[in-house]
């Protein structure tokens, strides 16, 4: 199956630090995604971006597909931004199901 | 318009006895996919449901169980629970190919 790894593992900043994390997948995927894990569990969804990029206010992601890598830009760090960051993406349109990488584990200083 | 609910937030079972956990999706949305996350193996795919079909499976045994109703809302079962069956079971639905996936918040599942 296709296997997800995601950098760093850990990232402590300062609020208002900048950031990018990085997201390489071991085959193609073609419904790569982002989310943002909070600490109550609630995955929300960032970016669905299979390649290009997107950008949503303070967040950004590129997608490079030919090359099976992901990242994902936070600027203007806040505090509300902690959490768990994790990829994922699949093979299928949707019905291989998501493998998520192990996240990046985001902690903003005040 | 109302996200993915997934009912009881939290649940305490018994090893031995089994567990039913649902799923509401988005309006409109006929895919509904169920995870499985613990602290030691991750996020991890159980199975997806299309319009009452099951499309795939991951790798669970079979104890792990589900269907998928005509207005598209999802159950999982688990029977014979175990102790490692402990961690929080989350549910996403989808408009289909194309589209991302929108999660629940998740059934915290205790296994005692």
């Known amino acids: 199956g296709i296997q997800v790894e995601q950098s760093p593992p850990d990232l402590i900043l300062q609020e208002g630090a900048n950031s990018t994390l990085r997201c390489n997948f071991s085959d193609s995927v073609n419904n790569l995604q982002w989310f943002h894990q909070n600490p109550w569990g609630q995955l929300i969804n960032l970016f669905y971006i299979p390649s290009g990029t997107k950008q949503n206010g303070r967040l950004s992601a590129t997608t490079v597909a030919t090359e099976r890598y992901s990242l994902l830009y936070i600027s203007s760090s806040q505090t509300t931004d902690s959490g768990v960051y994790f990829c994922a993406g699949g093979a299928g349109g949707g019905a291989d199901g998501l493998t998520f990488g192990k996240g990046t584990h985001l902690i903003i200083q005040p | 318009k109302a996200g993915v609910t997934q009912t009881p937030r939290y649940l305490i079972k018994t090893r031995g006895q089994q567990v039913t956990l649902s799923c509401s999706p988005i309006?409109?949305?006929?895919?509904v996919s169920w995870y499985q996350q613990t602290p030691g193996q991750g996020l991890q795919f159980l199975f997806e449901y299309f319009s009452e079909t099951q499309r795939n499976k991951g790798n669970f045994p079979g104890r792990f169980s589900g269907r998928q109703f005509s207005n598209s809302r999802s159950e999982m079962n688990v029977s014979t629970l175990e102790l490692g069956d402990s961690a929080l079971y989350l549910c996403?639905?989808?408009?289909?190919?194309?589209?991302?996936?929108?999660f629940g918040s998740g059934t915290r599942l205790t296994v005692v």
């Open positions: 996403a639905s989808s408009a289909g190919t194309g589209y991302g996936y929108t």
């Open positions: 309006s409109g949305h006929r895919s």
